[in-house]
């Protein structure tokens, strides 16, 4: 399976664009003459080895909006799953390029859509499906474990070593993770714009950081700067968003 790109523009202002390039291999050959299918975000990222698409979840619905709502639509998107980009936006065809306007989708902040899932379907059975990447630059930290974990403090603390508003800084979908060893827990994180790699790798043992600064017993299990790629595969599809949402503290 292959990523999708999310890029996120350089100053983070209101008008945030986003293109989607969606790269993928069929889930079944005879499925070859398919030239539309419905989509959706999911609330989670598949994982490496799951070629079924079997551990995305369902539709992402941070809202608790009700599923399969007769009012959701394009000129009613506030009663949409967030996730719900057939409803809200129609079908996705795979013979051409698209452009779609969508102010339901965040690129950051508590309800990003980075690391969750874009999954196509043909009727009931899954097409395709791939993890959102951002091409912004994006890190783990991994710290001793805290009794309670503090959003808000990691991001000011992150947003303190690296001289930039805290609006900037995104916890990712699952964070904080207790990692294999079990003393250390990680946090996977986004900084939207660009900051150079020898700031983000400071992040890691910057007295800023307090508590959640990286130590000898998590050195082994921490993250480094993780960059998406780009990948080339047989099939391709690419879908284009242009979004133009608010990006919430």
């Known amino acids: 399976m292959t990523p999708i790109l999310a890029s996120m523009n350089k100053n983070y202002s209101i008008n945030n664009m986003a293109i989607f390039q969606i790269s993928h291999r069929p889930l079944k050959t005879t499925w070859a003459q398919v030239t539309e299918v419905s989509w959706i975000i999911t609330g989670k990222g598949s994982e490496v080895n799951d070629n079924q698409c079997t551990s995305v979840g369902d539709t992402f619905n941070p809202f608790n909006m009700e599923a399969g709502n007769s009012s959701c639509s394009r000129d009613n998107a506030l009663s949409c799953e967030v996730g719900d980009l057939t409803n809200r936006q129609g079908t996705v065809s795979l013979t051409h390029r698209q452009l ?16 969750r899932s874009l999954v196509l379907r043909s009727g009931s059975d899954v097409f395709a499906c791939a993890v959102i990447l951002p091409e912004s630059p994006w890190a783990e930290q991994t710290f001793p474990n805290v009794m309670s974990f503090s959003r808000y403090d990691f991001r000011n603390r992150v947003a303190e070593v690296l001289e930039v508003n805290m609006s900037r800084v995104t916890i990712l979908p699952g964070s904080p993770l207790t990692t294999v060893d079990g003393p250390c827990q990680k946090v996977s994180f986004l900084v939207s714009g660009e900051v150079s790699t020898d700031k983000m790798n400071s992040i890691k043992d910057s007295e800023k950081m307090g508590i959640f600064k990286q130590t000898e017993g998590c050195s082994r299990s921490s993250g480094q700067l993780l960059e998406p790629g780009r990948y080339l595969v047989m099939l391709t599809i690419a879908a284009a968003y242009f979004l133009h949402s608010l990006i919430q503290q």
């Open 100 to 115: 779609y306007t969508d102010t339901s989708i965040q690129l950051a902040g508590d309800y990003t859509v980075v690391h």
